[in-house]
């Protein structure tokens, strides 16, 4: 109605004719529309809020249950070491060999914030290179080395906001998160574009320094490296087609438990339950590393098929190559892995009884570092 009225205002002001009246009337449905717009506004505003936290619908495959005591154990591959002395916790070890200083870094930064020394700085050093190097040139990923720093709608995106705002740190000044895995940069690699068919799947594999406050860990085991705040992390990220994302899922998890055959690990890999699913996630498989000293079993990745949770959210499409449609990708990730854990586990499975640490001769050519 103003777009007309402001047509008959130009025709009146043409022919030279009266158009006050018109114009007084055109302000009034200008302010009307943009009271209307206002309430629209701040409506649609409250319903993005509301639709945020509905999370991503679990596959009919999952098994149903309340929480992990429901999961369901897929496979196991190794066995549990065996040793002729009671096996030391890592923290027990690093005693001996000190691979880590807990209690400076906590002066510095505060609790959760190791600070890895001497060969224990080589270690995760040439473990985090042997991972990249391993997932580059046996399953050809595409290497990226990424920020850690993000805006709130790639976090948004990969569905890390609003459902774990208390758990990421921010920069108040820039209003940037800094990464709490390298899956939130890698997947909005291509947020906001149309992808094609014929170049899926891409693989991508990258490692960043991960930041998790973890402020709903009160109560689980916080002990050593078991539970830190910033820690590393090889980042396993796939965009696939709908038709293929759940082929791709069993190829992720292969493809990380791979490392941990090479490294001689004992190791499970079991399938979430619908209540212990993640947020985003729409099937998962957690990996666990059995740790001999702690006698648990350790969570050191997840392999997890969003479907198309977060490539609604990030806009990411492809054109069909058969009818040229365009329809959303299926986006997967899964760790490659994350080191503290996995530090855990090696030193612990490879210890002697005077607390230092040997590798067998296939594991220290994989890390380049043959003790401890």
Avoid at 319 to 338: E, F, M
Wanted: aromatic share 10%; glycine share 6%.
């Amino acid at each position: 109605k103003r777009n007309a009225s402001s047509e008959l205002i130009g025709k009146l002001k043409k022919e030279k004719r009266d158009a006050k009246k018109i114009i007084i009337e055109t302000r009034e449905l200008g302010d009307r529309l943009k009271e209307v717009e206002n309430k629209l506004n701040s409506s649609v505003t409250d319903l993005n809020e509301l639709l945020l936290q509905i999370p991503n619908l679990p596959d009919s495959s999952v098994p149903y249950g309340k929480n992990e005591n429901n999961n369901v154990q897929i496979r196991e591959w190794g066995k549990k070491p065996k040793f002729n002395f009671i096996p030391k916790t890592h923290l027990e070890i690093n005693k001996k060999v000190q691979f880590v200083d807990f209690i400076r870094g906590s002066k510095i930064s505060g609790s959760g914030f190791p600070y890895y020394v001497g060969k224990g700085a080589l270690l995760e050093r040439n473990l985090i290179n042997a991972m990249i190097n391993h997932h580059v040139s046996k399953y050809t990923f595409k290497e990226i080395l990424p920020s850690v720093l993000m805006n709130r709608q790639a976090m948004i995106t990969t569905g890390q906001l609003p459902k774990f705002q208390n758990d990421m740190y921010h920069t108040e000044l820039d209003n940037l998160y800094l990464a709490p895995t390298a899956e939130v940069p890698i997947t909005n690699l291509h947020a906001n574009e149309i992808l094609n068919e014929s170049t899926m799947p891409l693989n991508y594999v990258a490692y960043s320094p991960c930041f998790r406050r973890e402020s709903g860990s009160y109560g689980k085991e916080t002990r050593g490296l078991l539970r830190v705040h910033q820690f590393n992390k090889v980042e396993l990220v796939k965009f696939t087609t709908p038709e293929t994302s759940f082929d791709e899922l069993e190829n992720i998890t292969q493809q990380a438990e791979s490392i941990l055959k090479i490294l001689g690990l004992h190791y499970r890999v079991v399938e979430l339950c619908s209540g212990d699913l993640s947020f985003s996630a729409a099937k998962c498989y957690d990996i666990e590393i059995w740790a001999p000293g702690e006698r648990v079993w350790l969570e050191v990745s997840s392999c997890s098929n969003f479907r198309s949770f977060q490539a609604r959210r990030g806009k990411i499409r492809y054109r069909k190559i058969l009818d040229g449609k365009v329809d959303y990708v299926h986006t997967l990730n899964g760790s490659g892995l994350a080191t503290p854990r996995l530090v855990v586990a090696l030193l612990e499975t490879y210890q002697k009884e005077d607390g230092s640490v040997y590798f067998p001769e296939n594991v220290s050519n994989f890390l380049g570092i043959k003790e401890i």
